[in-house]
């Protein structure tokens, strides 16, 4: 399938100002404030095939909200050129945003004193959606969320993960062919995570392609087919999930609260990364070489642990990862 969406030299600037500190500096720069510009987003470029689901990922601070500020036309580019379904964002944005859908983890879209399903009637009635389409899909999206029971209740008494769901229904009423997520699963619980995980599955089968920006590894691995990395405003890596785990490796953090101080831990595949302090240590595990429940039994026969808790690798870990797998190259 052809492309949906390309993005070519896409240029962020933002120009702060620099504020004096004491009272002289300050007074000083009412007059003359000295120009500090931001590259938010630094010259990057993409593509995203129709149908795709792509991960945009990178640290804190990376340019990922102000890249998806820009494709769902909020957000003027300062150079480079953007294509969605043939518009141009900003441009053509009264049409563009008619043809898309976005849900943005931090900014809801329902309104906090009324129930979610009025809200969903009003974007019926703003984006012109027919009776019967309304109802099949109010049908078909609620049963996959379960969201019967409380859609009638006022916004501001659901919880996140509920509330999390109707953003989704209120953001995919009008059947948009590309919907923009900027961290959809931020805040949630394990449960509420893999429920929306299951209906993006669910309306990307259905042909919705999804742009989304995380901070979850978790969510990309599970979601994305294709996945752009950003640093600092440029693109670091572009290329397929299955790629991207080739670079990585299959590795797991572990942190581990001991019983009483250990010197090493001798497991192949195993390596300390950090000591917080004689008791807490972070440990890498290299899942090709060992097991994680063969590396817990081991590491109950080794030691006294009074906590484990396994995560992903942190976003700074795997961009390294990336630059050196670039060197070696
Ligand atoms: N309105 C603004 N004015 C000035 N600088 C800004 C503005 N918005 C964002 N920035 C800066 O641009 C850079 C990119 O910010 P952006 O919000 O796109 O990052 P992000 O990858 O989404 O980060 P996070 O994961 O923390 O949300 C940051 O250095 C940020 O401080």
């Keep these: 399938m052809g492309n949906i969406i390309t993005v070519e030299n896409l240029i962020k600037r933002y120009d702060t100002y620099k504020r004096g500190s004491g009272f002289k500096d300050s007074v000083k720069s009412l ?3 000295e120009k500090v510009p931001v590259m938010a987003v630094n010259n990057i470029s993409f593509s995203v095939k129709e149908g795709d689901i792509i991960g945009i990922l990178g640290p804190n601070g990376a340019g990922k909200s102000t890249t998806i500020k820009m494709l769902t036309g909020t957000l003027y580019p300062t150079d480079g050129k953007i294509e969605v379904m043939g518009y141009n964002p900003t441009k053509d944005r009264k049409t563009y ?3 898309i859908g976005a849900v943005f983890g931090q900014k809801s879209q329902l309104i906090w004193d009324i129930p979610p399903i009025d809200g969903f009637r009003m974007n019926k009635a703003i984006y012109g959606v027919s009776d019967q389409d309304y109802e099949e899909r109010i049908k078909v999206m609620s049963k996959l969320f ?3 029971e409380y859609i009638t ?13 109707c953003e989704f ?12 997520l900027d961290e959809p699963t931020i805040g949630l619980d394990v449960i509420a995570k893999q429920k929306i995980r ?6 990307n089968k259905r042909g919705t392609t999804f742009i989304l920006t995380t901070h979850d590894l978790e969510d ?5 087919r294709n996945v752009v990395i950003i640093n600092h405003g440029e693109k670091v890596f572009d290329d397929s999930i299955h790629s991207l785990r080739k670079v990585l490796g299959a590795k797991k953090i572990v942190e581990l609260t001991l019983h009483s101080p250990i010197d090493q831990l001798d497991m192949e595949g195993v390596s300390i990364l950090e000591r917080k302090n004689e008791l807490s240590i972070t440990v890498s595990v290299d899942l090709d070489i060992i097991a994680i429940n063969d590396f817990i039994s081991r590491l109950s026969a080794l030691c006294d642990f009074t906590d484990i808790s396994i995560k992903e690798m942190p976003m700074e870990t795997i961009i390294t990862h990336i630059y050196q797998s670039k060197k070696e190259k």
Excluded: C, Y
Aim: hydrophobic fraction near 50%; charged fraction near 25%; avoid cysteine.
């Design 97 to 99: 945003v008619h043809q």
């Design 31 to 33: 007059f003359h404030r």
């Design 198 to 203: 299951e209906f993006i599955l669910e309306m």
């Design 153 to 165: 209740r006022p916004t501001r008494v659901l919880s996140l993960g509920e509330r999390m769901k």
């Design 146 to 148: 379960n969201v019967e």
């Design 169 to 180: 229904i209120m953001a995919m009423l009008h059947q948009p062919k590309v919907v923009f």
């Design 220 to 224: 990309v691995e599970q979601l994305a």
